[in-house]
Each structure stands twice: as structure tokens, then as C-alpha cells.
């Protein structure tokens, strides 16, 4: 449908599979930062670069 592109969808996620670890579900707002953390480290991925992140995320 798209020849010669990625097509990504990414969200703040819902506890549905998440829950059964029987760990606390965070907040929204939580949730978010993380997603725009995950969302910076992509980006740097798309763009070439090397990638060592450390705060609500860690990438190594």
C-alpha cells in the first residue's frame, strides 16, 4: 500500500494485557511521558544515530 515507507502507530497504551503482571497501572500524564521518551529515541534511531537513554525509559 505503501511501497518504500514505514508506517508506526504509537499510544500511551491501556491496561488490558498489562494488568495480568498485577503491577500498578500509571496515570495518564505518566504514561505520556513515557510514550514522548519513546518517541525522541525513534526518532534519533530513523535519523542514524547511536541511542543511550536513561530516564523513564532506558535504552542501552
Known amino acids: 500500500?505503501?511501497?518504500?515507507?514505514?508506517?508506526?502507530a504509537?499510544?500511551?497504551g491501556e491496561a488490558i494485557?498489562?494488568?495480568i503482571t498485577g503491577?500498578?497501572?500509571p496515570?495518564?500524564?505518566e504514561r505520556n511521558a513515557r510514550l514522548r521518551e519513546?518517541?525522541?529515541v525513534i526518532r534519533s534511531l530513523?535519523?542514524?544515530?547511536t541511542v543511550t537513554h536513561r530516564g523513564q525509559?532506558?535504552?542501552v
Open 1 to 8: 500500500m505503501y511501497p518504500d515507507r514505514l508506517w508506526l
Open 10 to 12: 504509537l499510544g500511551s
Open 17 to 19: 494485557n498489562e494488568a
Open 23 to 25: 503491577l500498578p497501572w
Open 27 to 29: 496515570e495518564k500524564a
Open 38 to 40: 519513546c518517541v525522541d
Open 46 to 49: 530513523f535519523a542514524g544515530e
Open 57 to 59: 525509559i532506558t535504552c
